[in-house]
């Protein structure tokens, strides 16, 4: 690149582009400053020259550099240095400007505006006006788009602020801009662009300004019988769980195990707190009884202090889980077990009620359990659940408290219609949140309840379950209400004459295999391959002649 007849062209574009303007010079001088500095900025010259577009961080730099330099103004100086390098870009990648309504020299703003502060302002009365919009920084940033771009488009921004009027020629320049630009949906960002201004200039003068497309009435649907339902059981297991709440004990106990001596061990907080956290990270994989008898198995053989529990090696944990079958994933939860043991040593000096006293706020509560190795989103909250509603430890509030969306709790949620997959664990969590946003977890003991005692995975107990009329009843892939479908005959879409040609066909497939099969050596993949086949051609065959012996299966 040669630099210097680069500047010399430069200077007569912007002579002949901006004829009335006495500061060419200046301008080229600015557009050009990088080349002097690119080592310091850490990006060259030439390389922006070439992507068209100039860095997102080369203004902050600019005004930062100025500002340790003591120029007057760095701010307004550093925006008009990359509004003239924006001019070098746009001659340089030859971007086609208007003659008739480009703007004859570069005026500054006619009133004085302090832009930081107003930006700073609107932010924030955005994020309160629109709360749940993940969106509110880009909205800021178009509405002050006109800022950094204002002159190269014909606008004042400073103007336009105080005028309160948005020119009827801004949204087709922009449109005009962005497609020189390259963008892929330059009519639809427009009229984003344009709207961010029209809500900036809303907050500035506190009254409601039509949008360009009025938003149209919301329309009311009358609820189906089916939401109906999904809104009253989903009522009814808040209630349920916060009538539970409410039943306070003097001296709360938890039937964890089913066994009264791993119970005392488990229940006894103050002693041995530990307990109870190991036995939340062996929960996995087994039945919930099995899973939190395994701490005090352990402590029965090395001791109940937590230093004693430490003082094993993981090779000794891995053997004695495996010898005494402690768990299905012997291997791993030893490894977790020692884990768990030595982070309440290292991290909580040896009292793993640390973890809960004080009254912490339930996210912190909640992320010290997350914190063990082993330990996930749904075990994290099922022992802070259980912390809180059963042994009445008081917190700072619940609101990181979720429902443990394991198995059952999912299915449930799905056949009562609240969620639409028992596969969709964060569903789940969604939905909770949104029946009791102060407490999720509310719902979760109810759910598992229901799921482990009534609403189970073959053969559910439709007729004795608690809520067995405000359920939607989802089995089998559709929703059943009350009454069951009526039956339909489903006839076989293959007449019997193309299920007996296939019928031959496969019969003699399986004929020539059992020959090849004989002559291969046993044990070689060959051989188990062709085992493989054979038997799932004899299937086939199996089903094709039930399909033409039986009649139409009714379902």
Not at 353 to 359: A, D, E, V
Not at 424 to 431: F, M, P, V
Not at 509 to 523: F, M, N, P, R
């Amino acid at each position: 690149m040669d630099a210097v007849l680069l500047r010399e062209n430069f200077k007569r574009y912007l002579a002949e582009r901006f004829p009335n303007d006495n500061y060419i010079g200046v301008h080229v001088s600015d557009a050009f400053y990088l080349i002097r500095h690119e080592d310091d900025f850490g990006m060259k010259f030439e390389q922006i020259l070439a992507d068209g577009f100039i860095p997102e961080t080369y203004r902050p730099w600019l005004e930062e550099r100025f500002t340790k330099r003591g120029v007057q103004n760095p701010r307004g100086n550093a925006a008009g240095y990359e509004k003239a390098f924006d001019l070098l870009l746009d001659y340089y990648h030859n971007r086609p400007y208007d003659q008739q309504t480009a703007p004859k020299t570069l005026p500054p703003p006619t009133t004085s505006i302090d832009t930081a502060q107003l930006r700073k302002k609107f932010q924030a009365h955005m994020q309160q006006r629109f709360p749940k919009n993940p969106s509110i920084g880009s909205t800021v940033s178009g509405a002050f788009f006109l800022e950094r771009k204002g002159n190269n488009l014909g606008f004042d921004f400073q103007q336009i602020i105080v005028d309160g009027i948005i020119p009827e020629t801004y949204r087709a320049k922009i449109q005009k801009y962005f497609e020189s630009r390259g963008r892929k949906n330059p009519r639809g960002d427009a009229y984003i662009y344009e709207r961010s201004l029209r809500l900036l200039l809303e907050f500035i003068s506190g009254n409601e300004l039509p949008m360009s497309k009025p938003t149209p009435p919301p329309i009311t649907v009358p609820p189906t019988e089916k939401a109906i339902m999904v809104q009253r059981v989903g009522k009814w297991l808040v209630k349920m769980g916060l009538e539970r709440f409410a039943q306070k004990s003097e001296h709360p106990w938890v039937h964890l195990t089913g066994k009264d001596e791993y119970d005392a061990v488990l229940n006894d907080l103050e002693n041995t707190p530990h307990a109870f956290v190991l036995a939340c990270l062996m929960d996995r994989g087994v039945k919930a009884e099995r899973a939190w008898a395994v701490p005090c198995i352990v402590m029965a053989k090395y001791g109940a202090n937590i230093h004693s529990l430490n003082a094993v090696s993981e090779d000794e944990y891995i053997s004695f889980f495996q010898q005494n079958s402690l768990h299905r994933f012997h291997r791993e939860m030893a490894v977790i077990f020692k884990g768990g043991v030595q982070r309440i040593v290292e991290k909580f000096d040896g009292d793993a009620s640390l973890m809960w006293k004080g009254k912490p706020g339930s996210k912190t509560a909640v992320n010290h359990f997350l914190a063990f190795r082993g330990a996930g989103e749904k075990i994290a909250t099922m022992a802070v659940n259980i912390l809180v509603r059963q042994f009445q430890i008081e917190l700072a509030d619940f609101k990181a408290i979720d429902v443990s969306p394991d198995v059952h709790i999912c299915r449930v949620m799905y056949r009562m219609g609240l969620i639409e997959s028992d596969k969709d664990t964060r569903a789940a969590i969604r939905c909770a949140r949104e029946l009791h946003p102060d407490f999720p977890g509310i719902i979760d003991f109810s759910l598992w309840e229901i799921g482990r005692n009534y609403c189970k995975a073959k053969n559910p107990l439709c007729g004795e379950c608690i809520v067995k009329n405000d359920c939607v009843k989802r089995l089998g892939g559709e929703v059943l209400f009350r009454d069951p479908p009526a039956q339909k005959i489903i006839e076989s879409i293959y007449s019997e004459d193309e299920l007996s040609e296939a019928l031959r066909a496969i019969k003699s497939l399986i004929g020539k295999c059992e020959k090849a099969y004989v002559q291969l050596i046993d044990s070689t993949p060959q051989h188990t391959l062709m085992q493989r086949r054979l038997a799932a051609l004899k299937i086939s065959a199996d089903l094709i002649e039930k399909e033409m012996s039986n009649k139409p299966d009714i379902v």
